[in-house]
């Protein structure tokens, strides 16, 4: 694995982590650093051009119904996000199906140093 695809993985790692922890504990400001400031960072360094898209226009377009829109669409695009590169986010792991239903492949990884 190159140094460059390495950093890729790892800033996955890191920022699907910081996600998924903001949107249990229903912190709505830092979802929206992370989405606008993060997301799109990441995505155009992995020359992920339409998610870096989608997640300015979460961000920036038209005002959400509701905190529950708002939230859904930030699943949806967590759930993108662990799908943009299954290279960077499901390498180490062996056997998918070993992982329990409904848990994300790359918080199934442990850290490693």
Known sequence: MSAS????????EDLLGDLRHAR??????RLALLLY?????WARMAGEHRLA???SALFLHAPHTGREEFLAQV????AELENAHPGYARSALPDPAARPVGESPV???PAKH
């Open 24 to 29: 249990r504990s229903g912190d709505l400001g």
């Open 37 to 41: 400031c993060e997301v799109r960072r």
């Open 53 to 55: 898209e989608h997640s």
């Open 107 to 109: 918080a199934a990884q």
């Open 75 to 78: 699943d949806d695009l967590i």
């Open 5 to 12: 695809s390495l950093r890729l993985q790892l800033g996955l």
